[in-house]
Structure formats: C-alpha cells, structure tokens
Nanobody, 123 residues
Framework: QVQLVESGGGLVQAGGSLRLSCAAS????????MGWFRQAPGKERDFVGR????????LYADSAKGRFTISRENAKNTGYLQMNSLKPEDTGVYYC????????????????WGQGTQVTVSS
C-alpha cells in the first residue's frame, strides 16, 4: 500500500521561499516517478514537475523553471519541492504523486496521491 505524506506548506510573502516534503512508504516499484502538482481554487490540477526516483532526472513546467527545484533523499524515501521567488499565482494546494513507471506529467498518469498541502503567497 503506497502512502504519501506531505508537509511544509504555509503562508509566505511574495519573493519568499518554501520547501515541501513528501514522505513515501510502501513503494516497491523498480522504476518510478514522483510528481508534484498544484491546484488553485476553481482550477484544474496543474503539473509542476517530476523526478525519476532511480535516476534523479527532473522535468519542470515552464512556470516552475528557474524557481523550483525537485530533489529526493533515497535513505528517507522522501521527495522535496524547493520553491523560491514565490509569486501570488503560485498559491494553491500542492500534491505529490507517484507513478509506478517512468515519465508522466498529467494527473491521470499518476496512481497514488498525497493529501495535499496549502501554499499561500501574499502580495
């Protein structure tokens, strides 16, 4: 049973930083991907970025490039989303998700989801 537990959300002023964590348990796939998504009120869940757990390679949405960094710590089976230079439009609920195979960037590509953590960026 895959479980994902997120933490690290909060309220931050524009230009500030936050680091989200996603602790994964029960993941036994040989080549899997952790994705990060954001959902603003009344909007669809948008892709932020992903990391290949075995290779550590990453892919980012255009809105995240240069500001956000995804990493992972194998010993803790935990992924991180470091967000810098935050903007009010980054506000939303952030979700981590697991895809049992490589790649994927649509919500439907991912099978397991965390509970989400709220990030609010004030102007």
């Amino acid at each position: 049973q895959v479980q994902l537990v997120e933490s690290g959300g909060g309220l931050v002023q524009a230009g500030g930083s936050l680091r989200l964590s996603c602790a994964a348990s029960g993941v036994t796939f040989s080549s899997w991907t952790m994705g990060w998504f954001r959902q603003a009120p009344g909007k669809e869940r948008d892709f932020v970025g992903r990391i290949s757990w075995s290779r550590g390679s990453t892919l980012y949405a255009d809105s995240a490039k240069g500001r956000f960094t995804i990493s992972r710590e194998n010993a803790k089976n935990t992924g991180y989303l470091q967000m810098n230079s935050l903007k009010p439009e980054d506000t939303g609920v952030y979700y981590c998700a697991v895809r049992p195979t490589a790649w994927g960037r649509r919500p439907n590509d991912f099978d397991f989801w965390g509970q989400g953590t709220q990030v609010t960026v004030s102007s």
